[in-house]
């Protein structure tokens, strides 16, 4: 089993439509998680980070955790073109190694 | 805050020959990097864990010998590939953080390596 799960998508959505991407985590004692967005041939650049059960708000941006189900889910309301990226999600233990899931293509159709 | 800085952002090389690339945290200390390499269309792999003043920590499959790291200083990691092939192509990413609590990792821009 593989320590983070991502849909690979691509997940399509029409530009200012809600794009939701889920992931999902094997060990119980992950302590944060991470949301990255990567552009082709670029390196990740991190969008959100959240610690705790619940919602996190930033910007268009909403990070939800629920440690019982192990599933993180990044939210991004008023989809843009601009948005169309590979998301990455990474889970950390003990506030050391990262693990990634495989990415889940969005594509922002104008 | 929180810069990291990766060079060269892409290198061509002979198959036999070794490439340096380096990875400093501008704006702050960092006693651990890591590094990463991905293949196009798959994620991340960590390739192994720098520590700044001892031994790199390998992740399990990745050959010490053949990836040589150097942290010799709190803002400078070095990835040495030595006696490249082309199988060593990939794109090589670097990261840290100020604080492992309250920070994401951030990556540096990463290395195109194509060996030819």
């Known amino acids: 089993q593989k320590e983070v799960e991502q849909n690979s998508g691509p997940l399509s959505v029409p530009e200012g439509a809600i794009a939701s991407l889920n992931c999902t985590y094997s060990d119980r004692v992950s302590q944060s998680f991470f949301w990255y967005r990567q552009y082709s041939g670029k390196s990740p650049e991190l969008i959100m980070s959240?610690?705790?059960?619940g919602d996190k708000e930033d910007g268009r941006f909403t990070a939800q955790l629920n440690k019982a189900s192990q599933y993180v889910s990044l939210l991004i309301r008023d989809s843009q073109p601009s948005d169309s990226a590979t998301y990455l999600c990474a889970v950390n233990r003990n506030f050391n190694k990262f693990y990634f899931g495989s990415g889940t293509k969005l594509n922002v159709k104008p | 805050g929180a810069v990291v800085s990766q060079h060269p952002s892409w290198v061509i090389c002979k198959s036999g020959t070794s490439v340096k690339i380096e990875c400093r945290s501008l704006d702050f200390q960092a006693t651990t990097m890591f590094w990463y390499r991905q293949f196009p269309k798959q994620s991340l792999m960590l390739m192994a864990t720098s520590n700044e003043g001892s031994k790199a920590t390998y992740e399990q499959g990745v050959e010490k010998d053949k990836f040589l790291i150097n942290h010799a200083s709190l803002t400078l990691s070095t990835l040495t590939v030595t006696s490249a092939h082309p199988e060593d192509s990939s794109f090589y990413i670097c990261?840290?953080?100020?604080?492992?609590?309250?920070?994401?990792?951030?990556f540096g821009s990463g290395t195109r390596l194509t060996v030819v």
């Open positions: 959240i610690y705790s059960n």
């Open positions: 990261s840290a953080t100020p604080d492992r609590a309250n920070y994401g990792y951030t």
